[in-house]
């Protein structure tokens, strides 16, 4: 069975630091993982597709990278409407990985 | 602009059934692969159903196989999720959401809004 397991279950940052955001996938899926950001009452936003795109209109602050097994979301430059819940997806959803601000 | 609603959600009894369609419109709907992700209370996302392009592409989670039924009208820029048998565990908002490309194994670039299904007595 193919599972995204993604860590930390939560980051608590303050404004201003990065956050690093992971997900293993079980076996490879080349590049083809993407990133989501769903706020409270919102529904999901993609963020990067193909592991290291951003999507239309998404701040330069928000880069991925990674390939085969392990990918990474990197957050720069923390700000408090980036409290979220951050999810990869790739076939299946990981868990998600929820940011709060100190 | 790209806009995806959906409309149909509500509360059902367990053993119900209940029908969700999502308009879609901005785009060229019958170019699309299309899918249903849902979200348990408090809970992450879960891909349930998606649908190519055309209809002949399928796919369901183990959860849903056997109880629900993706379809779509590209005369209508219409896709629908029919969903028999309902459980509690079915209690979700019901997202619409749009492939990437003409299948389903890509990325979902856009999303509707949700709609709420309540099963419960």
């Known amino acids: 069975e193919f599972v995204l397991t993604q860590s930390p279950a939560t980051l608590s940052l303050s404004p201003g630091e990065t956050a690093t955001l992971s997900c293993r996938a079980s076996q490879s899926v080349g590049t083809q993982l993407a990133w989501y950001q769903q706020k409270p009452g919102q529904a999901p936003r993609l963020l990067i597709y193909d592991a290291s795109n951003r999507a239309t209109g998404i701040p330069a602050r928000f880069s991925g990278s990674g390939s085969g097994t392990d990918f990474t979301l990197t957050v720069s430059s923390l700000e408090p409407e980036d409290v979220a819940v951050y999810y990869c997806?790739?076939?299946?959803f990981g868990g998600g990985t929820k940011v709060e601000m100190k | 602009e790209v806009k995806l609603v959906e409309s149909g959600g509500g509360l059902v009894q367990p053993g119900g059934s209940l029908r969700l369609s999502c308009i879609v419109s901005g785009l060229n709907f019958n170019t699309y692969g299309m899918s249903w992700v849902r979200q348990a209370p408090g809970k992450g996302l879960e891909w349930i159903s998606g649908?190519?392009?055309?209809?002949?592409?399928?796919f369901y989670a183990a959860s849903v196989k056997g109880r629900f039924i993706i379809s779509r009208d590209n005369s209508r820029n219409t896709l629908f999720l029919q969903m028999n048998s309902l459980r509690g565990d079915d209690t979700a908002i019901y997202y619409c959401?749009?492939?990437?490309?003409?299948?389903?194994?890509?990325?979902?670039?856009?999303w509707g809004q949700g709609a709420l299904v309540i099963v419960s007595s």
């Open positions: 959401a749009k492939d990437s490309g003409s299948d389903i194994w890509g990325y979902f670039d856009f």
């Open positions: 997806l790739a076939v299946s």
């Open positions: 649908l190519s392009d055309s209809g002949d592409g399928t």
